[in-house]
Nanobody, 123 residues
Framework: VQLVESGGGLVQAGGSLRLSCAAS????????MGWFRQAPGKEREFVAS????????YYADSVKGRFTISRDNAKNTGYLQMNNLQPADTALYYC?????????????????WGQGTQVTVSS
């Protein structure tokens, strides 16, 4: 499956962005999906994941209550709604997919990755 992220940009602290992840090549609904981010000089970290049906979600503590992960299997697209963004959220955001029914929260558990979209939050 091929993944392409979009929706990143520059936003002031307290603002919002919605990232999209367009999938192609395989049946998107067969895959669980996750979002990860990587800031300069830091390791890639887990942000959120959603099950194949969209019925189950899981979040990193740092974004819980501010970010919402979702998906539309009819459109082969996943989303990450990010509210109340803070400078600490500045990073390159990646979507990832894995052919499993379970939620996954580690980079090594995902088989497919997009190229990333940059999110920059100014103070």
């Amino acid at each position: 499956v091929q993944l392409v992220e979009s929706g990143g940009g520059l936003v002031q602290a307290g603002g919002s962005l919605r990232l999209s992840c367009a999938a192609s090549g395989r049946t998107f609904s067969s895959y669980s999906m996750g979002w990860f981010r990587q800031a300069p000089g830091k390791e890639r970290e887990f942000v959120a994941s959603v099950s194949w049906s969209g019925g189950s979600t899981y979040y990193a503590d740092s974004v819980k209550g501010r970010f919402t992960i979702s998906r539309d299997n009819a459109k082969n697209t996943g989303y990450l709604q990010m509210n109340n963004l803070q400078p600490a959220d500045t990073a390159l955001y990646y979507c990832a997919a894995v052919a499993t029914l379970r939620l996954r929260a580690h980079t090594y558990e995902y088989d497919y990755w997009g190229q990333g979209t940059q999110v920059t939050v100014s103070s």
